[in-house]
């Protein structure tokens, strides 16, 4: 409870409560292609509706988003039933939506009807290849001898992957590893025929390969739906409920292929998609490129910006009543040092169980991260002022607050300015991962370019970032000039 | 002495187990220079400790000016002693008057009485105005040194303690600032206690001696009559660096 109230009074602090009309609906996404895809649909849907929506799109896996949507922090996103079956409810892989949606009542979450392709583990090959061979189920390889096979070395290994399927299928060979980037590759150049694959990507659509029907019905079925609270508007689960069995594995697969090859965007395809639905949508409101680049920026100014602030009213108070305690000071360095060796994705995941997913949790992230530059050099420059300078200040018949104020605390002002310095360059970087819990900023760009592979995606996030991690350098470098006497000055030039 | 600025009875410290003053028994006249004499770790320092009560004694009893220093309120009782030490200790974010000055504004001193003070101080001490908005590190060693002492002075304290403020400069500043300070002194009749190590210091600028070693007093007397009648081998030695 507590640790919300104090979200929410960062929120209001950071200007985003908004107040009036009811709030929008959220939709999110997982951090890949045809995430994004049908999140993107889903939105065009409502917004055909006539409804306000927010994209929240890019979250970082399969527990981000659940918790998200069961936090109510979104109110829907695409997820396949295998996934929640094993990874959320423990079920193994063969429930069904039914029977899935008994065990998601407890969450307030269900899945509404799947939209009909099973994205799952298939083997695939050339058509020219199937053909050649007349090959059209896993079970006609059996007999085939000369064919090269090599599968994605998580393949090779996982229960649901080679060892299961030899146990079903009776196969006898033994493939070797590959790494499945370059597997479509190798299919194509002719140095592999056989490998495994997923049976939605869109290479598939442009390699011109043949998947094998699973007639034995050995994979797990991953089957994509709206994943919904319970409490999402009855026209809006209607809406959604006009695309059950409209996306089968080929349609799945172009839509992916027009993204990543055609380089069409993501509303461009869901646009598209629907049109042929006979499904009207309106034009799609995503702002251009510089209102985005302008708006991540000003997100991520925001992120920093409050989380720095905090650390510099925490850091720097934490760090003067620490200094007059030796042995607390120890304890409490040690554990801003431990908070610091969290890898910064890891702690941000740990905050969403506490505050959710969004820009609080990110904040709080960030400013945990912050603190301990500016910690450990206010402590740091505290203790090395000259020892002479303290008896002189004490001598002279300074109370400890004076001696504080004037002495102690604008002689530490260099170490303590470096510490900031280096707290907010820090942030600057670290925030770009805040993306990863839809907190938004220049993280956004990047998070979607490594989902697409677009390094031009990928650069219109890394180099604004640089960019304000430049100024900020510079920026510190004025405010030190300024505050300081010249022979004070400790930085670098 | 009728009126002794401070007065020791059996004084003793220790850090800890290790006594570093013992037994000292003397008083200081009032008005006048008093030189604590001895060479390092005979305890000069921490004496001077004692006196403006950053430390207690462990045994004995100090009176200043008929009072023991306060355990309570320490900042406003040292407000009243002036205090100036070896390398002059000036804060080097503060220019020569925001040290000069600070406490007197800390107290709420008008800009005016400010202004007049550390102009009579400046010339007391003979500092240029200029020198005023500089920074202790575009100082001389010897006029960071006059800059210390005008900062002890600067709220008209009625006693002195100065820790070997003369000892850190070249010996020709040295014999500049002991004729500043005597210069000083014939204006402003304050109690001084001034630890040195340096005998010929002492004889110059102090009308009475403590002889110091390893924690305890010597001999103490007025200057003439130490200087002429020594009754230790100790003092003798000191002695002989004026030969």
New interface residues.
């Given amino acids: 409870m507590i640790p919300r109230l104090v979200g929410t009074a960062l929120l209001l602090l950071s200007g985003i409560g908004c107040a009036g009309e009811a709030p929008p609906l959220v939709i999110g996404s997982k951090n890949f292609t045809e995430s994004y895809v049908l999140a993107e649909i889903l939105v065009q849907l409502i917004e055909a509706e006539g409804l306000a929506v927010e994209r929240r799109f890019g979250l970082g896996g399969t527990l981000i988003s659940f918790d998200a949507l069961r936090a109510g922090e979104i109110d829907a996103y695409v997820e396949y039933t295998g996934t929640v079956s094993q990874a959320i409810l423990g079920l193994g892989t063969d429930a069904t939506v039914s029977r899935l949606n008994v065990a998601l009542r407890e969450h307030g979450v269900r899945f509404l009807r799947p939209f009909g392709f099973n994205n799952t583990y298939a083997l695939a090959l050339k058509a020219e290849t199937a053909a050649a061979l007349g090959l059209t189920r896993i079970s006609d390889l059996v007999p085939q001898t000369g064919l090269r096979v090599m599968v994605s070395h998580e393949f090779l290994e996982r229960a649901d992957g080679w060892p299961g399927l030899i146990a079903t299928y009776g196969f006898e060979w033994a493939p070797t590893g590959i790494e499945h980037g370059l597997a479509y590759q190798a299919l194509a150049d002719g140095s592999i025929d056989v490998t495994d694959v997923y049976s939605t990507d869109g290479e598939l659509v442009r390699y011109g390969l043949t998947v094998l029907e699973d007639d034995r019905d050995f994979f797990p079925r991953y089957l994509a739906a709206p994943l919904v609270r319970v409490d999402l508007p009855a026209s809006v689960v209607a809406a959604f409920e006009k695309l059950e069995g409209s996306i089968d594995d080929a349609t799945m697969q172009r839509l992916n292929a027009g993204v990543v090859f055609d380089g069409e965007t993501f509303a461009e395809v869901a646009k598209g998609f629907l049109t042929e639905q006979g499904i009207a949508t309106v034009e799609p409101t995503g702002p251009g490129r510089w209102n985005s680049l302008r708006q991540n920026t000003l997100t991520h100014l925001k992120l920093t910006g409050i989380a720095l602030f905090g650390a510099i009213l925490v850091g720097v108070a934490l760090g003067v009543a620490v200094y007059r305690m030796r042995a607390l000071s120890r304890t409490v360095l040690y554990i801003a040092g431990l908070l610091q060796t969290i890898p910064s994705i890891a702690l941000l995941a740990l905050m969403i169980p506490v505050f959710g997913i969004g820009i609080v949790p990110a904040i709080i992230a960030l400013f945990l991260y912050s603190l301990l530059p500016i910690l450990r050099n206010t402590i740091t420059a505290l203790t090395s002022v000259d020892p002479?300078?303290k008896?002189?200040a004490?001598?002279?018949?300074?109370?400890p607050r004076?001696q504080l104020r004037?002495?102690y605390l604008?002689?530490s002002?260099p170490g303590v300015l470096a510490g900031i310095r280096t707290a907010a360059v820090i942030s600057i970087g670290t925030a770009t991962l805040a993306a990863f819990i839809g907190a938004g900023g220049l993280g956004d760009p990047i998070v979607t370019g490594l989902a697409l592979n677009d390094t031009s995606l990928i650069l219109q996030g890394a180099i604004p970032a640089a960019l304000l991690a430049v100024a900020t350098e510079l920026i510190f470098e004025g405010v030190e000039r300024a505050l300081?006497?010249r022979?004070?000055l400790q930085s670098t030039n | 002495m009728i009126d002794p600025c401070v007065a020791l009875r059996g004084v003793g410290k220790r850090f800890a187990e290790q006594w570093v003053l013992r037994d000292l028994s003397f008083s200081c006249p009032a008005g006048e220079t008093t030189a604590i004499v001895g060479e390092s770790g005979s305890g000069k320092s921490t004496l001077l400790q004692l006196i403006n009560a950053v430390y207690l004694p462990d045994a004995g009893s100090i009176e200043v000016f008929g009072q023991a220093p306060p355990a309570i309120d320490t900042p406003l009782y040292r407000r009243g002693i002036g205090y100036a030490v070896q390398g002059a200790g000036l804060f080097p974010h503060m220019t020569v008057r925001r040290n000069v000055t600070l406490l007197a504004k800390l107290d709420g001193w008008s800009e005016a009485d400010i202004a007049a003070r550390f102009g009579e101080l400046l010339g007391l001490m003979g500092l240029d105005e200029s020198l005023a908005n500089r920074y202790p590190n575009q100082l001389s060693g010897g006029q960071q040194q006059r800059v210390g002492l005008c900062r002890a002075l600067m709220l008209k304290p009625r006693m002195l303690l100065l820790d070997e403020p003369f000892s850190a400069v070249d010996p020709i500043t040295r014999l500049g600032l002991h004729k500043q300070f005597l210069n000083l002194r014939s204006v402003e009749a304050v109690s001084t206690l001034l630890v040195t190590h340096d005998m010929r210091e002492a004889r110059k600028l102090a009308v009475y001696l403590v002889i110091l070693k390893e924690g305890r007093v010597i001999q103490h007397g007025p200057t003439r009559e130490v200087i002429n009648a020594p009754d230790d081998e100790y003092v003798k030695g000191l002695l002989e660096s004026l030969e």
């Fill in positions: 002479l300078l008896r002189v004490v001598a002279m018949g300074l109370t004076e004037y002495v604008p002689m002002m300081l006497p022979h004070l």
